[in-house]
């Protein structure tokens, strides 16, 4: 009897010290990219909005995800067409998003500027 006791403690006090979660811990960037902006070595490129609506659909959980990937596909199809692509030193910065959510549609809308490094 005093064994499975002596076993039950042990077991319990090893198992206890077990953390469950998944959060390796920091708020610093995980790729550890810097950029250093002390000087004027970027263009500003343009300022580029999207938007998109869509009808909510009862027991769809999904929409505000949808509808915000919709909108950033309209904008970056907006800055293609002003002959501005986002590919080797450009970058998205001043992103925003505008939820707007009604009892029937939700909508939203993304404006952002693209820039690129010299």
Known sequence: MKKIIFIMVITV???SCKTSSLYSGGYQQQNQTQTVLSGSNFNVL?????TATEKIMTGNITNKEG???QAKAKMLKEAKAAGIELNGSRALINVSIDLIETKKRISATMTAEIIEFK
Do not use: Q, R
């Open 13 to 15: 006090a090893f198992t």
């Open 46 to 50: 343009g300022s580029f909005t999207g």
């Open 67 to 69: 509808v915000i990937s």
